[in-house]
């Protein structure tokens, strides 16, 4: 029997018993519905990770020098938190040494933030992040203005009371009144606004939008932090190479500043988009070290129900064997015609799992921030598991009818 | 008016184990049928008739003996050359019609042409044909429950003719059928052998048996009685 000949038959019989062949096929059903769903959303993660959240958040090329990462990601115990609280902070004097000293071509900005309420004409914004920078902090963000202007260097260094606000911060405070000009209270100081930035969009669902940034010697500094003390030295360099290096002199500019011998740790921390991307890539690699296990698990088990349910269709169908067999079929046409009946019933339970697993998917896009990126190689990689289990499970009861003996089977009610 | 040898069997046995017993359905049968031979073999219950005609239609090989077909030793054939000369040479019709019952009658044609490897358009035009040879032209897409038992033996002996046989074995055909319903299958019998095809047919009722130009009756396994009857 050819092979095309074989595949409708087994279609056909595949449709005459839906139930049967829906409830058969579950097992690889469900295998690739979760190996669609889970790959298209860690694939959509990944292209998240690397594309926005971290070169949003972090920045490209881009180092922070802190007490302590701002980023933490995974488990860190008390102990490391303890010991994170007892390293000396940033100072003005760190940071100047470390503009100084650095030999490799860069942006550099000074960040200190807190959360706090903005007012306006009797509406207050509240949790909002009020950060007190240095002048080349939107450079080394990317972030454009909509409006207005930044502040200069020189009234970084005269401590102008002056703000840039974020787009729905300004959009709460002003509606749709220009706000270039007008004089809002940062925590109750009087500021005036130069600027609102362009919209930044949101990382985990969280706004990048509700912040107001001054400059650093602004009034400002003291709600961020203690006098004369930093969150982060941000460092641009143009670069991976030259980020490198850069870390590279940073660490040696820190370390000779603290004293510290060359047994002892950093008691300060550069942190980079890698190192979270680092983390990323660590729950990447564990979801898609546990995927082939639950993916196989619920393939074999599919792989045992399809392969009772084959023995069952055999018993079923001895009579239909038999006279196949008088009328000239040989072992390996029955052999195959079971063969791909099973194959084509796990097939079509796959088919029916990447349609499913993308729908669950697309899901997942449209009601989270989560973004779903369909991964080609998880499709062909789900057809071909469908057609194997199909054919694993297939062949112990297809080498069965392949053996039964005509005249036996015939006679077979 | 009959041909050249077509088959020859000699000390034919077919023994079957049930355990620590061993039943002899066939004990050494010797015969010799020839081409565009109507043969009728006869016998009482359990003497052992389906056992041979099992033998002949290559459903079933023998404990020992020889059996050739065309020149051909069919007792030392394997699985696959069985299943070929199953498909080639042989058409076999069942007293219970043995079709697929969810296929059309003209599927359930079609079948030996399918394993026989034939395109799909030339084995429908084949198994149309076959249909009409046996009165069958306006029932083809009918499905085996929607046909009366003879229209059932008819669809059978189609598909059993349209490989072309060199002899076509029926297993007590009218067995399930009533007396008219009989009459007209014997009829489509004789109209084939007219037409030159080598009829074997396994039969209780002497009235029919004497439709065949030759009786032969087994008893316990043997051959017991071999007449040649002048035509009618
Ligand atoms: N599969 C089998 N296992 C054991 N014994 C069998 C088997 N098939 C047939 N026999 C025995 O072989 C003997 C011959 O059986 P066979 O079916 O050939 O008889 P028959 O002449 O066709 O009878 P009937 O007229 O009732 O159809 C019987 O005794 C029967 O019980
Ligand atoms: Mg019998």
Redesign the interface.
């Known amino acids: 029997?050819?092979f095309a000949?074989a595949i409708r038959l087994a279609l056909r019989v595949i449709w005459?018993q839906k139930m049967k062949s829906s409830f058969s096929v579950i097992g690889v059903f469900i295998g690739v519905t979760f190996l669609i769903a889970v790959v298209t959303v860690v694939e959509g993660m990944n292209a998240y990770m690397t594309e926005s959240f971290a070169n949003k958040l972090l920045g490209v090329n881009t180092f922070q020098l802190r007490r302590y990462p701002g980023v933490q990601m995974g488990d860190i115990s008390s102990e490391t938190r303890r010991q994170w609280r007892r390293r000396p902070r940033i100072t003005y004097e760190d940071a100047r040494a470390v503009e100084a000293g650095l030999t490799v071509p860069v942006l550099v900005a000074w960040e200190s933030s807190n959360r706090g309420t903005v007012e306006y004409d009797g509406k207050v914004a509240r949790d909002i992040d009020l950060i007190a920078a240095t002048e080349e902090w939107f450079a080394i963000r990317e972030m454009d203005l909509e409006t207005g202007r930044a502040f200069s260097a020189q009234e970084v260094r005269t401590g102008q009371p002056v703000v840039v606000l974020g787009n729905e911060l300004a959009e709460r405070l002003f509606d749709d009144r220009d706000p270039i000009g007008r004089e809002v209270r940062v925590r109750r100081i009087p500021y005036r606004v130069i600027g609102v930035a362009e919209p930044q969009g949101s990382v985990f669902g969280m706004s990048l939008d509700k912040f107001a940034v001054a400059p650093a010697l602004s009034p400002l500094k003291r709600f961020v932090n203690p006098p004369r003390v930093l969150d982060e030295l941000k460092v641009r360099a143009n670069s991976q190479a030259e980020l490198e290096a850069a870390i590279a002199e940073t660490e040696a500019i820190m370390r000779s500043r603290r004293g510290l011998r060359p047994t002892q740790e950093s008691n300060f921390s550069i942190e980079t988009a890698d190192a979270v991307l680092d983390f990323w890539d660590r729950i990447n690699q564990f979801l898609m070290m546990a995927l082939p296990g639950l993916v196989s698990i619920s393939l074999v088990v599919g792989g045992i129900v399809i392969m009772n349910i084959m023995l069952m269709a055999v018993a079923e169908r001895t009579?239909?064997i038999?006279?196949?067999?008088?009328?000239?079929?040989?072992?390996?046409?029955i052999m195959r015609q079971f063969l791909v009946e099973s194959a084509t019933l796990a097939t079509v339970g796959a088919l029916m799992g990447i349609a499913f697993g993308l729908g669950m998917a697309a899901l997942v896009q449209a009601t989270t921030f989560l973004p779903a990126r369909v991964a080609p190689w998880s499709i062909v990689v789900a057809v071909i598991l469908g057609a194997g289990v199909g054919i694993g499970a297939g062949l112990y009861p297809a080498s069965r009818a392949a053996r039964l003996?005509?005249?036996e089977a015939?006679r077979q009610e | 008016m009959s041909g050249e040898s077509l088959i020859r069997v000699s000390g034919l046995t077919r023994e079957y184990r049930m355990g620590a017993e061993t039943v002899h359905a066939l004990r050494g049968v010797d015969m010799e049928i020839r081409r565009n031979e109507y043969l009728a073999i006869m016998g009482p219950s359990g003497s052992g008739k389906s056992t041979l005609m099992?033998l002949i239609?290559c459903?079933?090989s023998p404990t020992c003996g020889e059996y050739w077909l065309n020149g051909v030793e069919v007792s030392q054939m394997q699985?696959?050359e069985l299943?070929?000369v199953?498909?080639?040479e042989i058409g076999?019709v069942?007293q219970t019609f043995?079709?697929?019952p969810?296929a059309s009658a003209l599927h359930n044609v079609e079948?030996?042409l399918?394993?026989?490897?034939m395109s799909?358009r030339e084995r429908r035009q084949h198994a149309a044909r076959a249909l009409e040879r046996v009165g069958l032209a306006d029932r083809m897409a009918h499905k085996p429950n929607e046909l009366s038992g003879g229209q059932r033996q008819r669809v059978a002996i189609a598909?059993a003719l349209v490989?072309d046989p060199s002899i076509l074995l029926a297993d007590e055909p009218t067995g399930n059928l009533d007396s008219s319903t009989s009459a007209e299958i014997m009829a489509v019998f004789e109209e084939l052998y007219r037409q030159g095809q080598t009829v074997v047919m396994v039969t209780h009722e002497a009235d029919i048996a004497s439709h065949a130009r030759r009786v032969v009756t087994l008893l316990d396994g043997v051959v017991n009685s071999d007449t040649v009857r002048e035509a009618a």
């Open positions: 029997m050819p000949e005459t009579r239909e038999g006279i196949r067999k008088s009328l000239g079929a040989r072992r390996r046409d003996d005509p005249v015939i | 099992n239609g459903l079933d699985d696959d299943a070929r199953r498909n080639r076999f069942f043995n079709l697929l969810r079948l030996p399918i394993y026989a490897g799909g598909r490989n």
